[in-house]
């Protein structure tokens, strides 16, 4: 997981946006990132917009 969550806040942000959109493209079909709601929510707070 902090494998997800370090590219999802990587500087690079149309590769940060690929991942994301590949996470909310599997969520559509399955329920295999729900058991990581809780570190998806975590980064409500982070201090880069983008991640928000």
Same mark, same amino acid.
């Given at each position: 997981m902090q494998g997800i969550i370090a590219k999802l806040t990587e500087k690079d942000d149309k590769y940060a946006c =690929? @991942? =994301?959109?590949? @996470?909310i493209s599997e969520s559509q079909d399955t329920d295999e990132w729900y058991e990581y709601f809780d570190a998806f929510a975590s980064l409500l707070n982070h201090p880069k917009s983008l991640v928000r």
């Open positions: =690929a @991942i =994301a959109d590949k @996470i």
